[in-house]
Nanobody
Framework: QVQLVESGGGLVQTGGSLRLSCVVSGDTFSIRVMAWFRQAPGKEREFVNAISWGGSSTLYADSVKGRFTISRDSAKNTVYLQMNSLKPEDTAVYYC?????????????????WGQGTQVTVSS
């Protein structure tokens, strides 16, 4: 089993920055890809970005390209989401997800483990 714990959410003004962290524990050797998803009130969960565990491959949703960056520290078993130039439409609960198979994917159905989420609120 794998456990994911997110942290770093909060309230920020438009144009501000936040960095989310996701600590991975348990059977980390089974993990091949990590991703961030988000879910705004009344909307479906959507893909944000993903990274291969070795860091060689990344995938981004068009809505966050150029503003958000995913990275990982394998020694710390931690994945980060650096969010810059935040907009009110970025307000959502952000979830960390892990996948046991190779290949960065956008569908939440491709991910095997999920964290409980951290709230990000961007005020206008």
């Amino acid at each position: 089993q794998v456990q994911l714990v997110e942290s770093g959410g909060g309230l920020v003004q438009t144009g501000g920055s936040l960095r989310l962290s996701c600590v991975v524990s348990g059977d980390t050797f089974s993990i091949r890809v990590m991703a961030w998803f988000r879910q705004a009130p009344g909307k479906e969960r959507e893909f944000v970005n993903a990274i291969s565990w070795g860091g060689s491959s990344t995938l981004y949703a068009d809505s966050v390209k150029g503003r958000f960056t995913i990275s990982r520290d394998s020694a710390k078993n931690t994945v980060y989401l650096q969010m810059n130039s935040l907009k009110p439409e970025d307000t959502a609960v952000y979830y960390c997800a892990a996948r046991r198979h190779w290949g960065t994917k956008m569908s939440q159905l491709e991910y095997d483990y999920w964290g409980q989420g951290t709230q990000v609120t961007v005020s206008s």
